[in-house]
């Protein structure tokens, strides 16, 4: 297994057990995300935390699982299925995205998410 991959079966670990989030040990100092259609979130922790916060107005159990990984230097893609409940009704979202790495950490996130439940 891949430093890589293993980063991002731990942020989902942490995240369908409830753990809090290591913002710091998992994204770099200038992390951006780039979502198709939706407003730019601030470059780095920042804008990491309010991207992992997003998840916060979902209402457990929330299973976050890793469907697909595929890995090519220091990029990984991963097809991610998300099920939970929204506003007391079962929401289940597919999400593809292609996470950049620079020393063990995420530099970059290109995602696409369907349906959407954030602008």
């Keep these: ?28 100092e ?3 995300l780039h979502e198709p259609g939706k ?6 922790h920042e804008g990491a935390s309010q991207m992992r ?6 209402t457990p159990p929330i299973n976050l699982e890793i469907l697909d990984m595929i890995e090519e230097g220091d990029r990984v893609a991963v097809r991610w299925q998300l099920t939970a409940s929204y ?7 597919s999400i593809m995205a292609i996470y ?8 970059e996130d290109w995602g696409i998410a ?6």
């Design 87 to 93: 506003q007391g009704r079962p929401f289940e979202q």
């Design 100 to 107: 950049r790495f620079e020393n063990g950490r995420i530099a």
């Design 30 to 32: 200038d992390f951006r």
């Design 1 to 28: 297994m891949s430093q890589q991959k293993d980063l991002l079966r731990e942020m989902a670990a942490a995240h369908n057990s409830g753990a809090p989030d290591r913002i710091s040990d998992w994204f770099t």
């Design 39 to 44: 407003p730019a979130l601030p470059v780095g």
């Design 53 to 58: 916060g997003r998840f916060k107005t979902l």
């Design 114 to 119: 369907r349906p959407s439940l954030w602008p």
